[in-house]
């Protein structure tokens, strides 16, 4: 129904009578359309306040129509009908408008101009008490389903965080298990065994740290951004990341000659770590993970690229959205999809910028611009 549309319906078959009603609403500030028959009148129902016929009207052609357009009114809608009578009249068909057409109201002749304005205005009142309810009952279905929705993202986040910390968990027991019982296990695949065990552990460390981090970032707001130095930061984090097995190489390029960049040192350390093995999951074969860092006029970009399976440029921006996954060909992407979420949200926190685009030969190309800070 057209929200919009406040406006009356009249239908007088006899003599002038129709055209007379709509001139006094009209000349009243009341807009209302003349309909010859009840047939012309039902096809509009969706589109008035309020309908004003005469008795005569009722033994037209389209009563019927009517009866089943009213009927089919929405449980909130209720569209006041005003029915003009004859003086005393008590026929079988005012009885049967009075059942069939619900929120009726008779009124006999004659009937003044001030009376019928009056009349309308009642009808047009409790119309607009209609909508009201209406949009009280649209407001309640949105605030439900948004809490319908909020719910199973809730069961959904569960289940996934679940299987996420239960992995690595699972794997880091029954390796602790062997180890323990196994005091004479050969020494080449004891070494395996605790690789093994020290890997999930630290993917275990990193799906709590990326929950923590950014709830404290949600919370917490902004940080002081100060100086740091780049190249002496990055290449500290890349050393740090290379220690860590690695299914990929690490490849660090750096401009010697960088100015300060004005950030956090610990959130990038935590932004680069999570791009790196973001990058790690993405990547394809053997490939490296190429890392570089330079100045770009007023800013300082560090860039981490890698190559891997086409991403199609309309996915790119979701990924930085909180538990949002890439796609194999057998599945979601294994991890909570909080990394670049992460990313995203510890870059805004010291007024730095994070940009990604898909590489147009696969893979994945993300870059940090840092304000380079001023020298007094």
């Known amino acids: 129904m057209d929200r919009n549309s406040r406006g009356v319906l009249v239908s007088a078959p006899i003599g002038r009578d129709g055209q007379l009603t709509v001139d006094i609403l009209t000349h009243a500030g009341i807009r209302s359309t003349y309909c010859g028959t009840l047939l012309e009148m039902t096809p509009q129902l969706d589109s008035t306040d309020c309908l004003v016929m005469t008795e005569e009207s009722l033994l037209a052609n389209g009563y019927s129509e009517l009866q089943r357009g009213i009927t089919a009114q929405p449980a909130w809608s209720d569209i006041p009908v005003i029915l003009i009578t004859l003086p005393g009249s008590n026929s079988a068909t005012v009885k049967t408008a009075l059942e069939h057409l619900g929120n009726v109201a008779l009124v006999e002749r004659p009937l003044s101009a001030s009376a019928l304005v009056s009349l309308v205005r009642a009808g047009l009142r409790a119309r607009t008490k209609q909508y009201e309810v209406r949009d009280q009952i649209e407001r309640l279905n ?46 080449e695949v004891r070494a395996e065994a605790q690789a093994q065990v020290f890997t999930e552990a630290h993917r275990l460390h990193r799906i709590v740290d990326n929950m923590l981090v950014l709830a404290h970032a949600e919370t917490v707001g902004d940080v002081a951004a100060e100086p740091m130095l780049l190249h002496r930061s990055l290449g500290q984090i890349v050393h740090r990341l290379e220690s860590i097995p690695r299914t990929h190489e690490l490849v660090l390029t750096m401009q010697e000659d960088m100015p300060p960049a004005l950030g956090n040192e610990t959130y990038l350390d935590q932004v680069v770590s999570n791009l790196v093995h973001n990058a790690e999951k993405y990547a394809s074969g053997a490939t490296p993970i190429m890392i570089d860092a330079r100045q770009r006029c007023e800013y300082l970009e560090i860039v981490v690229r890698n190559d891997g399976q086409l991403i199609p440029p309309e996915a790119v921006e979701r990924l930085f959205r909180a538990f949002e996954r890439g796609e194999q060909a057998d599945g979601p992407i294994p991890g909570l999809g909080l990394g670049l979420a992460v990313c995203k949200r510890l870059m805004e926190a010291q007024r730095g910028q994070i940009a990604a685009r898909a590489l147009p030969q696969g893979g994945l190309e993300v870059r940090l611009r840092f304000a380079v800070a001023s020298i007094d």
Request: proline share 4%; hydrophobic share 45%.
């Open 142 to 187: 949105d605030a439900t389903a948004s809490l319908q929705s909020a719910n199973q993202a809730k069961d959904e986040l569960l289940a996934l965080v679940s299987h996420e910390l239960r992995t690595p968990l699972v794997s880091i027991l029954g390796l602790s298990e062997v180890l323990v019982r196994r005091p004479n296990l050969d020494a």
